[in-house]
Nanobody
Framework: QVQLVESGGGLVQAGGSLRLSCAASGRTVSNFAMGWFRQAPGKEREFVTG????????VSVDSVKGRFTIARDGAKNTVYLQMNSLKPEDTGVYYC?????????????????WGQGTQVTVSS
């Protein structure tokens, strides 16, 4: 079992920045893919960006490329999501997820472990 705890959400003006953290516990995630998903009000939960822990390979959706960066800290078993140049359309609940994988799944049903979510609100 893997437990994931997110933190770092909040309210920010458009153009601002936030850094989300996802602390993993319960077992090592060195063979895992870590993903960040978000769910806007009335919409499906969508993949935003992900990282393969072992290879450090990352992938992001086009809408966040150049603005969001995912990174890991092996010593802390923590994944971070640095979000810059935030836009109102980035508003939503952000979830951290983990899956045993050699790649970086983009489908939410491939991630068995989820955090509780953290709210990000970007005002215009």
């Amino acid at each position: 079992q893997v437990q994931l705890v997110e933190s770092g959400g909040g309210l920010v003006q458009a153009g601002g920045s936030l850094r989300l953290s996802c602390a993993a516990s319960g077992r090592t995630v060195s063979n895992f893919a870590m993903g960040w998903f978000r769910q806007a009000p009335g919409k499906e939960r969508e993949f935003v960006t992900g990282l393969n822990w072992k290879s450090s390979t990352t992938v992001s959706v086009d809408s966040v490329k150049g603005r969001f960066t995912i990174a890991r800290d092996g010593a802390k078993n923590t994944v971070y999501l640095q979000m810059n140049s935030l836009k109102p359309e980035d508003t939503g609940v952000y979830y951290c997820a983990a899956a045993t994988s050699t790649g970086i799944p983009g489908r939410r049903d491939l991630y068995p472990y989820w955090g509780q979510g953290t709210q990000v609100t970007v005002s215009s």
